[in-house]
């Protein structure tokens, strides 16, 4: 009896086998949504060179240009087509300190916006390098969370340096997204 359902057994196998024989042959599509650390740091580059763009920009067009490349800078960047982003800028007081609209970030960044009238544009600095230093990188499949340093030089060569921390999240196309963004500047003692 044992022998009789292996052969049966056997015998499905063989015709399903052949069956699905087109299915196997093809190649399946796989999706890897795990961040790297190159990832990161081309993101954070991309970030730095983007603020830079906006002051040149700012500088050679005005607020209007400035504003378009911002706003592209944020949908590039920026995970607010998927939700709310926790973005606290460094010079935000209360009670707009936070930015979980792409409208009050946009606003940080250029100014210009009446819902927003303490900013005037973090951005328009007229900012020419920006160099991250990151204390540290975690890596967690789809999310990536850096905390660090991030040192901005202006066109006379004045350096501000920020405390930084990003969460990243790969979306559904394989995007590394700005979900979390953190800046303050360094606690001084009085």
Request: glycine content about 8%; hydrophobic content about 45%; overall charge positive.
């Amino acid at each position: 009896m044992k022998s009789k359902t292996m052969l049966a057994l056997a015998a499905v196998t063989l015709t399903a086998g052949a069956a699905w024989a087109p299915l196997a042959a093809a190649k399946p599509p796989v999706a890897n949504f795990a961040v790297t650390e190159a990832e990161v740091l081309a993101a954070q580059k991309a970030w730095g060179d983007a603020l830079v763009q906006i002051s040149k920009d700012f500088e050679s067009g005005g607020r209007a240009k400035a504003t378009a490349t911002a706003s592209a800078v944020l949908d590039a960047a920026y995970g607010y087509k998927h939700g709310p982003v926790l973005f606290k800028p460094t010079l935000t007081v209360a009670p707009q300190t936070f930015r979980h609209t792409q409208e009050g970030a946009l606003a940080y960044f250029v100014g210009g916006n009446k819902a927003f009238p303490k900013d005037d544009g973090f951005a328009l600095k007229g900012w020419r390098a920006v160099e991250v230093a990151n204390d540290a990188i975690i890596l967690e499949g789809d999310v990536a969370m850096t905390q660090g340093n991030v040192t901005l030089t202006n066109a006379k060569g004045e350096k501000t340096t920020v405390d930084k921390t990003w969460v990243y999240r790969k979306d559904d196309e394989g995007k590394l997204r700005i979900v979390v963004h953190h800046s303050s500047l360094p606690f001084s003692p009085k």
